[in-house]
């Protein structure tokens, strides 16, 4: 059997087992606490030096200033359409199952997001540029980090053989990280089984768990039906049809990358683990994953769009705000800016919700509804948006090797 996929059955393992102990052994179980903690940094540990040296790379890679700007501007359609997709799906599924009617509104505005009424479109506008990017590294505010990069990568390729010796060194950075990747990797199927035992005990095992489910229950199997609609239906028709490929095979590729999403509920944590995935196992060329997969983990979310969408519907319904057309197409825009603004951080989705809801007046009280239950849902969107990221690097590829007449793929 392939090494990789002993590994993926270990974490497999890991997850079930995690999930297992830590629903029936509840608080007891965060005594491994430490262990996910150590898995979590040691990921996010490579990501700043990853992004830097994948977007340099990766740009290098594509050539010459056209040729990126056509990969730039098929990337930046890619992740808007199957973004709108998402919102859409989100939006038709949300007024059919009408989540929140009948549901009484009893909770204040959460912490997280107190404070937080005056962050609008600018602010996600002006987080592009940072004044300080050692600062932005060190807080792993990821957006500015990658324009950076791209900035600089670019002009490395205008330099001649001066900016072909730093791609180089580069290029040789982004291969010791992807060795240490693997490293990592090892630990894994221990890591996701501590991420999952410990949270799910920290929110007080199974019995607990369940009874904080059920509150909001169709608001959660609303969100998990629209999720697994995108997930299952619209990317992977886009994969099938526009770079031609399998489906099936390329989801169990990528299923080291989606159980680490599932157990850190952090796109920029598991970009690591979705680099190796996209372009070890699924054979994505190496300039398009490192172009591609970086962005995507910022910018591009599909399950946290749905999220917010479903979310905002579910807050109007359960006040009695009726959202009429012009409303919805509000919802829509936001939902989709907000998630381009979302970092690729655990419950990073909750706060930009706040633009969603001012957006079309709704109480900022309605995400504490959502709080309980969120760290579980943000696993599961944050899969998808993992799982969209990936089928936007078939996607660019595919169309790369069309234009430049390298011939199809599998
Ligand atoms: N946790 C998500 C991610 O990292 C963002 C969110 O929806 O909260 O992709």
């Avoid at 205008?158 to 630990?187: P, Q, Y």
């Avoid at 959202?323 to 919805?328: A, R, S």
């Avoid at 504490?368 to 969107?381: A, N, P, T």
């Amino acid at each position: 059997m392939k090494n990789s996929n002993v590994l993926l059955y270990l974490m497999l393992i890991g997850i079930v087992s995690g999930g297992f102990c830590g629903w029936i052994f509840g608080r007891e179980m965060l005594v491994v606490d430490w262990i996910g903690e150590m898995f979590l940094n040691a990921l996010k540990m490579l990501v700043i030096p990853l992004i830097v040296s994948s977007m340099i790379v990766g740009i290098a890679g594509l050539g010459d200033i056209r040729k990126v700007g056509r990969a730039g501007t098929n990337t930046i359609i890619y992740f808007l359409s199957t973004t709108g997709f998402s919102v859409l799906a989100g939006l038709l599924i949300v007024n059919i199952m009408n989540p929140g009617l009948g549901v009484e509104l009893t909770t204040e505005i959460p912490d997280k997001v107190a404070g937080k009424e005056a962050v609008g479109i600018t602010d996600i506008l002006k987080s592009f540029v940072s004044p300080n990017l050692v600062n932005s590294m060190a807080e792993m505010d990821i957006l500015p980090v990658i324009i950076f990069s791209l900035i600089f990568g670019g002009v490395l390729t205008t330099l001649g053989e001066k900016g072909r010796l730093v791609i180089s060194v580069f290029d040789g950075i982004n291969a010791a990280i992807m060795k240490i990747v693997h490293l990592v990797m090892c630990v894994a199927p221990l890591g996701v089984f501590a991420l999952v035992a410990s949270k799910l005990g920290a929110a007080g095992g199974g019995d607990m768990f369940l009874a904080e489910l059920l509150k909001i229950g169709k608001f959660a199997a609303t969100v998990i039906t629209g999720l697994l609609f995108h997930a299952m239906v619209t990317l992977p028709a886009i994969l099938y049809f526009v770079a031609k490929k399998n489906p099936l095979t390329y989801f169990k590729n990528m299923s080291q990358a989606l159980t680490t999403a599932l157990s850190t509920a952090s796109s920029s944590a598991t970009l690591p683990v979705t680099i190796e995935c996209v372009e070890e196992e699924n054979k994505i060329s190496r300039r398009t994953t490192l172009f591609v997969i970086p962005l995507g983990a910022t910018v591009n979310m599909d399950g946290t769009a749905l999220y917010e969408s479903i979310a905002a519907i579910f807050i109007a319904q359960m006040v009695g705000i009726h959202l009429g057309f012009g409303e919805q197409v509000l919802v829509f825009l936001t939902a989709t800016l907000a998630a381009i603004g979302a970092a690729g951080i655990p419950e990073a989705g909750l706060v930009t919700m706040v633009i969603v809801l001012q957006a079309v007046g709704l109480p900022l009280e309605g995400i504490g509804m959502l709080l309980s239950i969120d760290w579980f849902l943000d696993r599961l969107r944050t899969s998808v948006n993992v799982w969209g990221d990936s089928i936007g690097a078939a996607v660019i590829d595919r169309l790369e090797k069309k234009y430049n007449g390298e011939g199809g793929t599998s």
